[in-house]
């Protein structure tokens, strides 16, 4: 078929301390905030580095242990949490993904952070990389 040409959006990564590493990323990197809200549970900050996007996700408020990103730094501490990639049509890239017999998250595009459709794919089926798709 057609190529489906992807970009990298950006990639998650999960941290107890967002504040630090904007400071860091900006240092090293010359990165700025672009974006913030609060999303899900959680303080989503996004760095614009060249024309890609870091997203530093951080537990806000409450503490609940069964949020997926308080789940992944009690087993694993921060790091790189997932990478997401644009894409025109998020159903067309699930349903390449489940012909491809990738097991999505999401059976079913969902809101995500700054407004996009998102939907999420198994790391089981993706080599431990969680996945997301991001529309436009």
Not at 1 to 30: Q, S
Not at 65 to 81: F, K, M, Q, T, W
Not at 83 to 103: H, K, N, Q, S, Y
């Amino acid at each position: 078929g057609p190529r489906v040409g992807m970009d990298v959006h950006h990639a998650g990564i999960a941290t107890e301390d967002t504040a630090a590493l904007v400071t860091t990323f900006g240092d090293l990197l010359d990165a700025p905030v672009v974006h913030e809200e609060t999303f899900d549970g959680l303080s989503v900050t996004f760095l614009e580095v060249g024309g890609t996007l870091l997203e530093l996700l951080e537990p806000a408020g409450e503490e609940d242990a069964n949020d997926p990103i308080s789940r992944y730094l009690a087993e694993r501490g921060g790091g790189v949490h997932h990478l997401a990639f644009e894409t025109e049509d998020v159903a067309a890239a699930l349903d390449r993904a489940r012909d491809l017999g990738i097991e999505p998250i999401d059976d079913e595009p969902r809101p995500g952070a700054m407004g996009h459709e998102v939907a999420f794919l198994h790391p089981a089926s993706t080599g431990g990389v969680l996945v997301e798709f991001v529309g436009h």
